[in-house]
């Protein structure tokens, strides 16, 4: 190297400003991951969002009014399908990262040359693609069944892509923070679970006390569910650009502080 009058610098990155190869194999390592396993981590989740409807219309859906102008089961369905989403985008993340700690492997996406931005990227993008394809298919489902057609698709579309990557990012942060399953149960039982339930899925925000409405317009995950409404029904609780502009700011925090995990290797490197 001497010879030809330079040298090359020990852990210096030769692939330019971002390394594609590395990101694009990170990628499609955790896209292959949930569809290995595809009966449950895509058939599952769309078997359990039909109970969900069928239960609710059973138990009172004959006996329950319009909601919002709608059908009670018209306005359960968008509500049904961003709660499935956000639940299988953070478990996508926070169960590879989990797993790669208790099983020791997690040295082989931290060793090979990517930044922190590319992992983050790397593990959003799997969240992302198993959040959408179970959105797919649940709004196929809804058509078929309920003849339920989307009145704005693409805001519906920003609204799951946003809220799959906000709780792929806050998936992230869990698993950095989970040393085992124990752990990740727990935050999924006492925070993730809640944010779903108590943020509009099965009731209009307009129908709760005044101080519970304020707890509610404070959750983020309120905000992507009265999105996917007004994409799939054309109403909703709170105005859609509202609602845009505060998950791209959650999502926007989320995934900041999942960067500065990743890039510094907190709870991640000895």
Not at 229 to 254: H, N
Request: with cysteine.
């Amino acid at each position: 190297m001497a010879d030809r009058g330079y040298q090359v610098e020990l852990g210096a990155r030769r692939f330019g400003r971002v390394n594609w190869l590395g990101l694009r194999a990170l990628a499609w390592r955790e896209v292959k991951r949930f569809l290995a396993v595809w009966t449950q981590t895509l058939l599952a989740p769309l078997v359990t969002a039909a109970l969900f409807l069928m239960i609710f219309n059973i138990a009172i859906g004959p006996r329950r009014g319009d909601v919002m102008g709608v059908p009670f089961l018209t306005f359960l369905a968008p509500g049904i399908m961003m709660m499935t989403v956000i639940q299988n985008a953070f478990a996508n993340t926070s169960s590879s990262i989990v797993i790669a700690k208790v099983q020791g492997n997690i040295v082989d996406t931290l060793m090979p040359p990517l930044s922190g931005l590319e992992i983050l990227l790397g593990y959003l993008a799997g969240a992302v693609a198993r959040g959408t394809l179970v959105a797919l298919g649940i709004g196929l489902g809804l058509m078929a069944v309920l003849q339920i057609v989307p009145a704005h698709p693409l805001t519906a579309l920003v609204f799951i892509v946003l809220g799959a990557a906000f709780l792929g990012g806050l998936g992230i942060v869990a698993g950095v923070f989970a040393d085992k399953f124990d752990q990740m149960a727990a935050i999924t039982n006492f925070i993730v679970t809640p944010l779903a339930f108590l943020s509009g899925t099965f009731y209009s925000v307009e129908a709760l006390p005044p101080v519970l409405k304020v707890i509610s317009h404070l959750n983020p995950v309120f905000y992507l569910i009265d999105g996917v409404r007004f994409g799939v029904i054309g109403t909703s609780d709170s105005p859609p650009m509202l609602g845009l502009a505060v998950c791209s700011g959650a999502t926007f925090a989320v995934c900041l502080l999942a960067w500065v995990m990743l890039r510094t290797g907190y709870r991640l490197k000895p």
